[in-house]
């Protein structure tokens, strides 16, 4: 686990009920980066994160909450410079708002649990969904899935 990260009493994988707390208690259990982008909308540089050119398989998380939000098989090579990938993990994990910041017109995707702000999604994206959701990395938390296999193993 990272060393960084803080005490995060909401964060769960298995609890998917709603996660609704003020800014003020994100903020003490966010480390700084990851309130800016989940709670204040930021974005991370492009070609910053550590996961836009992962290709490894496994489960990508929010890290504020805990919530599944996309599969390695949706996530795809746009070259942007974020993780993008063409489809969430399942219908509720995302929840989607209109953005009109900036002078563009964009649909911001959020957290289906704890409405943490991820990023947006784009219609250029590749088949069979024709999207691409463009995530900030610092607000997600990748679990490989041969660490899930070896777990697994050491059952046995
Ligand atoms: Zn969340």
């Known amino acids: 686990m990272d060393s960084t990260r803080k005490e995060n009493p909401v ?3 298995t609890d998917t009920a709603k996660v609704e707390i003020s800014n003020e ?7 700084a980066d990851v309130y800016n982008i ?7 540089r492009a070609f910053t994160g550590k996961y836009w050119d992962s290709k490894e398989g496994g489960t990508y998380y929010c890290l504020a909450c805990g919530n599944p939000l ?3 098989n949706g996530k795809f090579e746009s070259n942007c410079g974020w993780p993008s990938f063409f489809e969430p993990i399942s ?9 009109n910041t900036y ?3 964009r649909t911001e995707v959020m957290c289906g ?4 702000h991820l990023g947006h999604v784009f219609d250029d994206g590749p088949p069979p969904t024709g999207l691409r959701y463009c995530i900030n990395s610092v607000i997600l938390d990748f ?4 660490d899930a296999e070896q777990k697994f193993d050491n059952k046995q």
């Open 103 to 105: 002078g563009m017109k």
């Open 38 to 44: 989940a709670r204040e909308k930021g974005t991370e």
């Open 113 to 116: 649990k704890c409405k943490a």
């Open 143 to 146: 679990e490989k899935a041969k």
């Open 25 to 31: 208690e994100w903020k003490k259990i966010l480390p």
């Open 91 to 99: 219908k509720g994990s995302i929840i989607y708002a209109p953005d």
């Open 11 to 13: 964060f769960s994988k």
């Open 70 to 72: 996309f599969n390695s």
